[in-house]
């Protein structure tokens, strides 16, 4: 994905306008062309089909995401190893720099909004998903409410050959006032394979922030927001 970038705060990544995207498909590599205003840019590479816990009956052991402060650093580093070509008819300075730890987040978010099916499940609430054509799903939920939370289930367990950001194919989030939410990336697992996306999508909305009857214990993420995912999935501000 290439975004419009500014720096903020200390030299500090803001991702602006998208401009341009690959399409999302498990290949050897993927590629997007674009013609860009001299300007400053930044590129984001994104891969999520190696992201924790994979769909019950795969013959694939599980892996942390490459965000993860612990597991197998050497196993998590050549899985999200890779190699960035830029062509270009003018000179352009490239240098790689050190995301936050919500850079992903936003820039799904922008995906999301900018190229997604956008539906109004209730007032104050809107739902972005990316399917059809994009080799998995991706739901963003946004919370415009200014006091209300937001309770949001998503059931993908009917889903095949796909794996899951969250390490589980149902999740229940208590999205704060106005805030939005990446709720789940789906990825398809094998390239080579034949895979569905079925989901969905349970809300309500609620006084505090505890998910109450829909946690056995209380909280206000299932699964939890460990440090590996926080960064993804973690709510962001409007």
């Known amino acids: 994905m290439v975004f419009r970038a500014t720096f903020t705060n200390g030299n500090k990544l803001t991702l602006g306008r998208l401009m341009a995207h690959s399409k999302r498909a498990v290949k050897k590599f993927v590629n997007c062309d674009v013609m860009l205003e001299p300007g400053e840019y930044a590129v984001v590479c994104c891969a999520f089909n190696h992201w924790n816990t994979l769909v019950p009956g795969t013959s694939v052991g599980q892996?942390?995401?490459?965000?993860?402060?612990?597991?197998?650093?050497?196993?998590?580093?050549?899985?999200?190893?890779?190699?960035?070509?830029?062509?270009?008819?003018?000179?352009?300075?490239?240098e790689q720099i050190e995301a936050q730890s919500t850079t992903l987040a936003d820039a799904i978010i922008l995906l999301t909004e900018n190229k997604g099916e956008r539906h109004e499940g209730r007032e104050g609430m809107t739902c972005y998903y990316l399917t059809h054509g994009w080799a998995g799903l991706i739901v963003v939920v946004e919370n415009?409410?200014?006091?209300?939370?937001?309770?949001?289930?998503?059931?993908?367990?009917?889903?095949?050959?796909?794996?899951?950001?969250?390490g589980s194919l149902k999740t229940q989030d208590s999205v704060p006032p106005l805030h939005r939410q990446v709720l789940v990336i789906l990825s398809q697992l094998e390239g080579n394979a034949g895979f569905s996306i079925t989901h969905r999508l349970a809300h309500r909305k609620a006084t505090q922030a505890f998910l109450n009857d829909w946690m056995s214990t209380k909280g206000t993420h299932n699964p939890p927001l460990t440090p590996d995912v926080a960064g993804l999935h973690g709510p962001r501000p409007l």
């Open 63 to 94: 892996v942390s995401s490459p965000t993860a402060g612990n597991g197998c650093p050497t196993a998590a580093a050549d899985l999200s190893s890779y190699i960035l070509a830029i062509y270009s008819s003018r000179l352009v300075m490239v």
């Open 144 to 166: 415009r409410h200014p006091k209300s939370y937001l309770h949001v289930q998503c059931d993908c367990t009917d889903s095949f050959n796909v794996v899951s950001t969250r």
